[in-house]
């Protein structure tokens, strides 16, 4: 497993594999990796013939007051983790290498950005597509990787690539979930025992409201009746509880099934959770 710091030096590897013929696929993270990661990595290899993962902690989608400085990072077991994958490639850029003194460029897409986290967030989108459409055009890659736990963030990258022609295909990997249901999250790690137990909730509340929305009670009185469990089963806050169409992202009242997601976002503790079920 080759381990680069610089995107000169990505490009070299990149440049001999297509050289060769290979195919090449791309799977960006912030590190602290675990098995809804290495689904994303399992996927890429089962599609191409080489396999890049980036860890690249990225502070332009941070905002003010959040968790960047205390981000989980663990490189070494990370790239434990990856050399057992078989992943032929790990770029590890620093800050300077991704914005180098003079960085002036913003990449915005409208209207995805503007609702649940896109809202919950100011500007942590812009930060996600500045970040990804670097790495997409450092790595070249046929194909990249994104899990569906981020959902709006997979709806979010896949306009940012149709808008701006740029040729790699995006591919959507669903949410590895633990076996209490907790979708898996680098962010799992600020929850203590007992919020552990709370956290398993999450998806629990969430599942009930599909189901209450495929009984057919409207999206919005199911998410409300959901906020209210979330608020009794011990979650600190409730960003949002809502039902969209899971392409557009537009608020849907009664969906047909397979066409609307229930998404949530909630705080408990120090970590902030998402989470979102297929209608
Ligand atoms: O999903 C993530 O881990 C990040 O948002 C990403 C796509 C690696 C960009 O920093």
């Known amino acids: 497993m080759i381990i680069v710091h610089a995107v000169a ?24 990796l675990h098995a809804g990661h290495m689904a994303l990595v399992a996927a890429a290899k089962a599609q191409a013939d080489r396999v890049i993962v980036t860890i690249f902690v990225n502070p332009t989608q941070f905002g003010a007051g959040e968790d960047l400085a205390s981000y989980p990072r663990k490189d070494l077991d990370d790239l434990a983790m990856l050399q057992v994958a078989g992943v032929d490639l790990v770029v590890m850029p620093t800050v300077a290498e991704m914005y180098p003194d003079g960085f002036a460029t913003k990449v915005r897409v409208e209207g995805l950005t503007s609702v649940m986290d896109g809202a919950a967030r100011p500007g942590h989108f812009d930060g996600v597509t500045q970040v990804v459409a670097k790495l997409l055009n450092q790595a070249q890659a046929d194909w990249a990787y994104f899990g569906e736990k981020d959902w709006q963030q997979l709806a979010v990258v896949r306009r940012m690539v149709a808008d701006l022609d740029l040729p790699v295909e995006i591919v959507g990997v669903p949410i590895v979930r633990a076996e209490d249901g907790l979708a898996l999250s680098s962010r799992n790690a600020y929850l203590s025992a007992a919020q552990r137990v709370v956290a398993a909730r999450f998806n629990v509340i969430l599942a009930s409201a599909t189901a209450q929305v495929l009984a057919g009670m409207g999206g919005s009185q199911a998410c409300g009746l959901a906020v209210e469990a979330l608020g009794e089963a011990g979650f600190d806050k409730v960003d949002y509880v809502e039902c969209r169409d899971a392409a557009s992202l537009r608020t849907v009242e009664l969906p047909l099934a397979g066409q609307a997601r229930i998404f949530g976002a909630v705080h408990l503790g120090r970590a902030r959770l998402i989470d979102n079920i297929a209608v």
């Not at 696929?25 to 912030?30: D, W």
């Open 9 to 32: 030096d990505e490009r070299a590897v990149v440049r001999g594999w297509r050289l060769a013929g290979e195919s090449v696929a791309l799977v960006p993270t912030m590190g602290a």
